[in-house]
């Protein structure tokens, strides 16, 4: 650790934390919470929805967080960066889902840009996960 980053932590009382699980990344995290605001946005669909609309994006989104998680258990870079573009995939895949959600009136405008920009924080997160190289 620098130098600068010492004192950083000892400054704002951080202590460095060591990633042991999945659910510690800020990835999954963020990517876990855009789960739970699809179940909640989506139980205001109509019924019809259920087995098209609604169940399509919430596989998507579970499907980013569990390859998030997939990923992490992955012992190669490769193989972590190939679970981490799938669920970038998904990810993009659920974004489409919403317009298609917004645009057929399932979705309030202000409900829409609230979950797109928790999609646009986990696509971020999920680049940077893709970017690490990482080292044991």
């Not at 179940?39 to 609309?53: A, D, H």
């Not at 193989?79 to 895949?93: N, P, V």
Request: proline fraction near 1%; aromatic fraction near 12%; hydrophobic fraction near 45%.
């Amino acid at each position: 650790m620098s130098i600068v980053f010492s004192i950083w932590y000892l400054v704002f009382g951080m202590e460095k934390k060591k990633i042991k699980s999945f659910t510690d990344l800020e990835a999954w995290q963020e990517a876990h919470k855009l789960v739970l605001m699809i179940y909640k946005y989506s139980e205001k669909f109509p019924r019809k929805e259920i087995f098209v609309l609604v169940s399509q994006m919430r596989r998507s989104a579970i499907s980013v967080s569990s390859n998030i998680a997939e990923g992490f258990s992955r012992s190669t870079v490769k193989d972590k960066c190939q679970f981490y573009t799938i669920a970038l995939s998904s990810l993009i895949e659920l974004q489409n889902q919403l317009i298609v959600a917004r645009d057929v009136g399932y979705l309030l405008k202000n409900d829409f840009m609230i979950i797109a920009k928790q999609t646009i924080s986990v696509a971020k997160l999920i680049n940077g996960l893709r970017k690490i190289r990482f080292t044991d």
